[in-house]
């Protein structure tokens, strides 16, 4: 199982920027995927998931209606669109897989990403 992640970079609050995560080494459309994103200093926290299907989507209340979740199951690819960017929105973002449970609880998940820095200036 392999996560690459991309897409991070450096932004003015206000702006928008996507993020996406390529999944290989697994059947990547049977698996719910999400976003998390851990801030320096801070432990990892639960932006956004997405059910195997693209169905469903579920959002931490502090992105909810400026991130959007999305997946192309034919580029095994989960995204993450964020716009209206905070400078409190400033982290290493990581795609996992799912396994079960609570979405909003990392250990539900397995295969992290290696990460994707987003910085927004003030």
């Known amino acids: 199982v392999q996560l690459q992640a991309s897409g991070g970079g450096l932004v003015q609050a206000g702006g928008s920027l996507t993020v996406s995560c390529a999944a290989s080494?697994?059947?990547?459309?049977?698996?719910?995927m999400g976003w998390f994103r851990q801030a320096p200093g801070k432990e990892r926290v639960f932006v956004a998931a997405?059910?195997?299907?693209?169905?469903?989507?579920y959002y931490a209340d502090s992105v909810k209606d400026r991130f959007t979740i999305s997946r192309d199951n034919a580029k095994n690819t989960v995204y993450l669109q964020m716009n209206s960017l905070k400078p409190e929105d400033t982290a290493v973002y990581y795609c996992?897989?799912?396994?079960?449970?609570?979405?909003?609880?990392?250990?539900?998940?397995?295969?992290w990403g290696q990460g994707t820095l987003v910085t927004v200036s003030s």
């Open positions: 080494g697994f059947r990547f459309s049977h698996y719910d």
């Open positions: 997405i059910t195997y299907n693209g169905g469903s989507r």
């Open positions: 996992a897989v799912f396994t079960g449970g609570r979405y909003y609880d990392a250990g539900n998940y397995n295969s």
